[in-house]
Nanobody
Framework: QVQLVESGGGLVQAGGSLRLSCVASGRTNSMDFLGWFRQAPGKEREYVAAINWSGGNTYLADSLKGRFAISRDNAKNSVYLQMNSLKPGDTAVYYC?????????????????WGQGTQVTVSS
């Protein structure tokens, strides 16, 4: 089992920045990829970004390139999501996910473990 705990969410004005953190514990050696997803009220959970735990290769949803970035710190078992130039449309609960990612990184079934989420609210 892997436990994931997100933090760093909050209320920010449009144009501002936030950095989300996700700390993993448990059987972290079973993780190949960590990812971030988000879910806005009344919408499907959507893919944001993913990172290869060992190699560090990063992947980002096309619509977020230039504003968001994902990184990791293996020593701290942590993955981060840096979000810049935030817009009201970025308002959502952001979830950290981990697993072997046997399928497409942008698909939820590719991940075995999920955090509880952290709320990000961007005001206009």
């Amino acid at each position: 089992q892997v436990q994931l705990v997100e933090s760093g969410g909050g209320l920010v004005q449009a144009g501002g920045s936030l950095r989300l953190s996700c700390v993993a514990s448990g059987r972290t050696n079973s993780m190949d990829f960590l990812g971030w997803f988000r879910q806005a009220p009344g919408k499907e959970r959507e893919y944001v970004a993913a990172i290869n735990w060992s190699g560090g290769n990063t992947y980002l949803a096309d619509s977020l390139k230039g504003r968001f970035a994902i990184s990791r710190d293996n020593a701290k078992n942590s993955v981060y999501l840096q979000m810049n130039s935030l817009k009201p449309g970025d308002t959502a609960v952001y979830y950290c996910a981990a697993g072997a990612a046997r399928g497409p990184l942008a698909k939820r079934p590719s991940y075995d473990y999920w955090g509880q989420g952290t709320q990000v609210t961007v005001s206009s």
